[in-house]
């Protein structure tokens, strides 16, 4: 069995096509798919989805890009609703990006992304956490926010292996997607070589950040192989091990 962490499957670019990109993901043997959510809009269709589809589990949270969106006296009571269903499982996406930070001001992803943190706490939670180009101030945050019996998951991780370390000593686990199998990827192959396996997940990101050899085109959760496979390369194990152990640290982490 093989498990992908994350994707979008709510996204504009695989309406009318679920049925099909789900089939597919069966055919290439995955069992669980977390879609999380990005606002209101996108994580009432990861429920949607989760209800739709046996394999599909849903996160509920705003992403630093959509913040402003936030509406403190609105969604922290619809957060709280949304996770009474069994298949919500995590508070996500949510984080900061100071990549794209024109949308959003760094001071008003920080309050979103706190006050986000605080609902996982008291939900019980994990959280999945998006970091670009935020390392310290992410990293700065989970560990005076977070509770470490909550837990997460730093998504399509691209930090150091140093920050690894101290994410891993906090208890979070570490996705890995699509980037790993770039030709010019640096820090992930280091990062993977280093890191305990029963701590990494495998995600696509879909409809994104797609790896080789279909790099270019549209991602899909079936495409998670190929991720599995780098792995299996870069820690010389046999690529079932990564399937399964990937799959196990899922199931634990999101507790299913
Ligand atoms: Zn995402």
């Known amino acids: 069995m093989l498990a992908d962490s994350h994707a979008h499957l709510d996204d504009e670019r695989f309406e009318n096509e679920v049925d099909t990109i789900i089939e597919n993901?069966?055919?290439?043997?995955?069992?669980?798919?977390?879609?999380?959510?990005?606002?209101?809009?996108?994580?009432?269709?990861?429920?949607e989805l989760s209800q739709t589809y046996d394999i599909v589990y849903a996160g509920v949270g705003f992403h630093p890009s959509d913040c402003a969106s936030f509406d403190k006296n609105k969604h922290p009571k619809m957060i709280r609703k949304w996770c009474e269903q069994d298949k919500v499982l995590a508070i996500g996406e949510i984080g900061l990006d100071y990549y794209y930070d024109d949308g959003a001001p760094r001071d008003l992803q920080k309050k979103v992304f706190e006050e986000q943190i605080g609902l996982a706490n008291e939900l019980k939670k994990p959280i999945i956490v998006h970091d670009r180009d935020a390392h310290g101030d992410c990293l700065d945050m989970v560990k005076s926010c977070l509770d470490p019996n909550v837990g997460g998951v730093f998504h399509s991780y691209s930090g150091s292996v140093e920050m690894a370390k101290i994410?891993?000593?906090?208890g979070l686990y570490l996705s890995i997607g699509g980037p790993l199998t770039f030709k010019n990827s640096r820090k992930a192959p280091d990062v993977v070589k280093y890191m305990p396996l029963d701590r990494l997940l495998i995600e696509t990101d879909s409809p994104y950040l797609t790896p080789v050899p279909y790099r270019g085109r549209r991602n899909e959760p079936a495409y998670v192989r190929f991720v599995a496979e780098k792995v299996a390369e870069i820690k010389e194990i046999p690529v079932e091990e990564v399937q399964e152990t990937t799959f196990e640290n899922c199931q634990r982490l999101f507790g299913v």
Do not use: K
């Not at 055919?27 to 798919?33: D, L, P, Q, S, V």
């Open 25 to 47: 993901a069966r055919e290439a043997g995955i069992g669980f798919i977390l879609n999380p959510g990005t606002e209101e809009s996108t994580s009432v269709r990861a429920i």
């Open 167 to 170: 994410l891993l000593d906090f």
